[in-house]
């Protein structure tokens, strides 16, 4: 599997308030097994959630937002796409993987999900991520 990824903006919210599976993808980011890109769009996506939404405090998502960037690889969005009609500001997703050449994206948002793969993007839900992860980790251990 290719370990260059990008994660929608509602698995690092679940990640940071929920653990389970997108506590673990974050995990294999800070190990060094997946490399996690993000942009800017993407950064300020999960900024107004966490402070609309969660109503955290300018500290608090400072604070996250310096965590992100230590498991995280920023990129310069090159290319926009038209993508997802029913909610154009998921784009920022695939132009994120477009720009960093990931080949896998990684969200719990519908509009995505339906889409399943774009122009060689595949789009997984976290348990789908996880077993694939799982699944391979099991061929290199009957491989040796």
């Not at 929920?18 to 490399?35: E, M, N, S, T």
């Not at 400072?62 to 969005?77: E, S």
């Not at 997802?84 to 993987?97: G, H, T, V």
């Not at 080949?103 to 793969?117: A, F, M, N, P, V």
């Amino acid at each position: 599997m290719d370990n260059k990824v990008v994660i929608d903006t509602n698995i690092y919210i679940s990640a940071i308030f929920w653990g389970g599976k997108p506590r673990k993808i974050i995990d294999l980011a800070r190990d060094g097994v997946i490399q996690i890109f993000i942009s800017k769009e993407i950064v300020d996506e999960i900024e107004k959630i966490l402070k609309k939404k969660f109503k955290l405090s300018s500290n608090e998502i400072k604070i996250i937002l310096l965590d992100l960037y230590t498991f995280t690889f920023p990129v310069n969005i090159k290319k926009r796409v038209q993508v997802i009609l029913e909610d154009p500001d998921d784009d920022k997703f695939i132009d994120c993987a477009i720009t960093s050449k990931a080949k896998l994206i990684i969200s719990g948002d519908r509009h995505l999900l339906t889409l399943q793969e774009y122009s060689g993007i595949k789009i997984l839900k976290a348990s789908q991520f996880i077993q694939r992860m799982e699944e391979e980790e099991g061929k290199g251990k009957r491989q040796k």
